[in-house]
């Protein structure tokens, strides 16, 4: 089992950044109440909007908003594990993710490639992802593997399935996927079922789960909150992963960028919590900074730094597991 680095701690110091106060995260906490119960999230799953008007939500089925109390949000936040165990085809491999320490995985999903041999940029093919996931295999440094590329000669619908392929034949360690679509989640299952020798065994370690990215501002898409329902109904795991831009899908201001961001991770917190009481859920985040001139997203840049850290603050003080996006 690999265990992460100790960060912030008296037993080994290393770097940490302790950039906003307790008071700061508490005022962040008490917008994102606010918004929930006010403002409310756009569900565009008809099931899940069943499951929240079952736990007490208020639903409006003609705009599909759904207005989560305060109460249900404390709730769910207390029931999501503090920590997990992320597991690998070789058990030396699971990554036990836990307070206090990090770990690095690769970042995803490159559009494009540089060649190797003519150092020259272009579209990725099947041989580009088999050989990226053998070397990050091979990576001491990454303890987890996440969808990096997507092969151009592959339909995209399905893409993630050719990246899963590639994942069961060249990797040891755990993976987070990344599947939008139901239907490839079912597949992807059963493709985990059949590697581990049953169904019931992949449950037992599932050596891989998915993402459930909200689209900004505070849209849940049907296609991927379908797919954590049946992700959690068949012990698969999951991240919540937004990906707001601040200038553009989310307030110019980090704070506000930071309720947005929070309001979409926590409202399906409390989705997954209703499924399954005392599931494990990473909060997750690849928000980052539009460039106003260019209207890109400036990935690398100092205000994603911020970003970054300001959600694995957020995390640390709602106490579950986290996972930003660097650059």
Known sequence: MARGLLTNTAKYPALGLNMFTEDELFEVHLAT?????????????????????????????????????????????????????????????????????????????????IDPYTRKRRAPNMDDLWNSVTMIDNLDSIVLFERNIVPKEVNPHVGQLYV?????????????????????????FKMGGIVAGGEDKFRERPWFGTSTDPISPLVHSAGATDSLIFAIKEGVPVKINPMGLAG????????????????????????????????PMVYGSSTAMMDLRTTVSCVGSPELALISAFVAKLAQFYKVPSWVAGG
């Open 33 to 113: 109440l606010d918004v929930l119960a006010n403002i409310g999230v756009k569900v565009e799953s008809k099931e899940a909007r069943e499951i929240f008007a079952g736990i007490g939500c208020t639903v409006d089925e003609a705009s599909h908003i759904v207005k989560i109390p305060a109460w249900l949000v404390e709730d769910a936040v207390n029931t999501v594990p503090p920590n997990y165990r992320a597991y690998a085809r070789d058990p030396q491999n699971d990554w036990y993710c836990e307070a206090g320490r990090t770990g690095f995985v690769n970042f995803g999903e490159a559009v494009n490639v």
């Open 164 to 188: 899963l392929e590639a994942f069961l034949n060249n990797s040891t360690k755990p993976a987070y996927i990344g599947m939008h679509d139901p239907q490839n989640v079912k597949y992807a």
């Open 248 to 279: 553009g899908t989310t307030c110019v201001h980090l704070a506000g960028t930071m309720v947005t961001h929070n309001a979409e991770v926590l409202s399906m917190f409390v989705l997954g919590q209703a499924l399954k009481r005392g599931v």
